[in-house]
T-cell receptor, first 115, second 112 residues
Framework: DVKVTQSSRYLVKRTGEKVFLECVQD?????MFWYRQDPGLGLRLIYF???????EKGDIPEGYSVSREKKERFSLILESASTNQTSMYLC??????????????FGAGSRLTVL | GQQLNQSPQSMFIQEGEDVSMNCTSS?????WLWYKQDPGEGPVLLIA?????ELTSNGRLTAQFGITRKDSFLNISASIPSDVGIYFC????????????FGQGTILTVHP
């Protein structure tokens, strides 16, 4: 069964801490994405990557950075966590550059609380 | 990014009832997708639509790509308790494959 695995389901951090959210996929997908999910706002794209060491800003990149050193791993970094970054974070992956690239496989999510 | 307007925001229905939700946009797009998120899980793709006017079914689910390419709807017939969850529409357009814009979600509750 193909999977996108997010290492932490629940995290509680303090304001100003550096936070790493890890995501690994075992489908050899080229594309990886980080979304955040907030009630009433749906899913909003933070960053995405089409290849190793490549990254592009999504719609809400402020306060975040990403790292993709290996094809299967895409990390989301909060350099200095703030309370408005309390949210559910969803990682996703997809294959290639054709219409199939729009078929995203999501992880189960990481719920981050910043105190 | 451009937003999608998804409605209704929530629905409370009895088991066996039919459900309809829709999504609209001010711009035209090439692809509409519908995802479902079960409680505690990530969204899972239900149906993908690639052509204006396309009507696609997946079991009790039916989705259509609006003829104007600015809207889509999802129908669920004869709802059952496991239909509970959050339903999201999403659109893709241009050459940014995989870079989806999602609607706000419809929270569906089904009473037995």
């Amino acid at each position: 069964d193909v999977k996108v695995t997010q290492s932490s389901r629940y995290l509680v951090k303090r304001t100003g801490e550096k936070v790493f959210l890890e995501c690994v996929q075992d489908m050899d997908h080229e594309n990886m994405f980080w979304y955040r999910q907030d009630p009433g706002l749906g899913l909003r794209l933070i960053y995405f990557s089409y290849d190793v060491k490549m990254k592009e800003k999504g719609d809400i990149p402020e306060g975040y950075s990403v790292s993709r050193e290996k094809k299967e791993r895409f990390s989301l970094i909060l350099e200095s966590a703030s309370t408005n970054q309390t949210s559910m974070y969803l990682c996703a992956s997809s294959r290639g550059t054709g219409p199939g690239a729009n078929v995203l496989t999501f992880g189960a999510g990481s719920r981050l609380t910043v105190l | 990014g451009q937003q999608l307007n998804q409605s209704p925001q929530s629905m409370f229905i009895q088991e066996g009832e039919d459900v309809s939700m829709n999504c609209t946009s001010s711009s035209i797009f090439n692809t509409w997708l519908w995802y479902k998120q079960d409680p505690g899980e990530g969204p899972v793709l239900l149906i993908a639509l690639y052509k204006a006017g396309e009507l696609t079914s997946n079991g009790r689910l039916t989705a259509q790509f609006g003829i104007t390419r600015k809207d889509s709807f999802l129908n669920i017939s004869a709802s059952i308790p496991s239909d509970v969850g959050i339903y999201f529409c999403a659109r893709a357009g241009g050459t940014s494959y995989g870079k989806l814009t999602f609607g706000q979600g419809t929270i569906l509750t089904v009473h037995p």
